[in-house]
């Protein structure tokens, strides 16, 4: 089936450290996106790649990176310059533009600073 | 000023009501109106996807946008328990552009 996985479900950072969130699809999209999930605040857009080798920032991008080595990974570094990193982290993918689709997600990791 | 202001809830209704969800938005160029339905500690999954004015209809399930007001509804009728989730709505300028999320409604369905 096709879809969007995200991993580790669940993950817990120290103070200081760097942490990766895995998202990978097999549904041909070429766009994905990173979103933070925090209560009371929405979606809130971290990184979003059009194409594999390029993206752009989104609107809270400080203390994020990524890569878009592959069409079908957009892995997301929390780095220690992240303040407040706890939070619920989705990617998702979406068809190209031009065509009549809206985003699929992932299931989500939880990160908690321990 | 927020370019989708969505009314936050929670929102609690007994099973069998018709549910109204509402969202506002400032951009008068946004032309793709979407719906998200999130179970909690899951991912949005697209409920209803509309583009311009107009209704469209999927079972309980009816969003309406009127351009005109910069307003749009998503109706749910004779909700379920399995209805409680949180509503996203979720607007774009253009076909597959980056999408502007309001800040979701939590909706309880009580049996």
């Known amino acids: 089936d096709g879809g969007i996985t995200q991993s580790p479900k669940y993950l817990f950072r120290k103070e200081g450290q760097n942490v990766t969130l895995s998202c990978e699809q097999n549904l041909n999209h070429d766009a994905m996106y990173w979103y933070r999930q925090d209560p009371g605040q929405g979606l809130r857009l971290i990184y979003y790649s059009q194409i594999v080798n390029d993206f752009q920032k989104g609107d809270i991008a400080e203390g994020y990176s990524v890569s878009r080595e592959k069409k079908e990974s957009f892995p997301l570094t929390v780095t220690s310059a992240q303040k407040n990193p706890t939070a619920f982290y989705l990617c998702?993918?979406?068809?190209?533009?031009?065509?009549?689709?809206?985003?699929?997600f992932g299931s989500g990791t939880r990160l908690t600073v321990v | 000023q927020k370019e989708v202001e969505q009314d936050p809830g929670p929102l609690s209704v007994p099973e069998g009501a018709i549910v109204s969800l509402n969202c506002t938005y400032s951009?008068?160029?946004?032309?793709?109106f979407m719906w998200y339905r999130q179970y909690s500690r899951k991912g949005p999954e697209l409920l209803m996807y509309t583009y311009s004015s107009g209704n469209k209809e999927d079972g309980r399930f009816t969003a309406q946008v009127d351009k005109s007001s910069k307003y749009i509804s998503l109706f749910i009728r004779d909700s379920q328990p399995s209805d409680s989730a949180t509503y996203l709505c979720?607007?774009?300028?253009?076909?597959?552009?980056?999408?502007?999320f309001g800040e979701g409604t939590q909706l309880t369905v009580n049996p």
């Open positions: 979720a607007i774009g300028e253009t076909s597959g552009s980056r999408l502007t």
């Open positions: 998702a993918s979406s068809h190209p533009p031009g065509s009549n689709y809206g985003y699929t």
């Open positions: 951009n008068s160029a946004f032309q793709y």
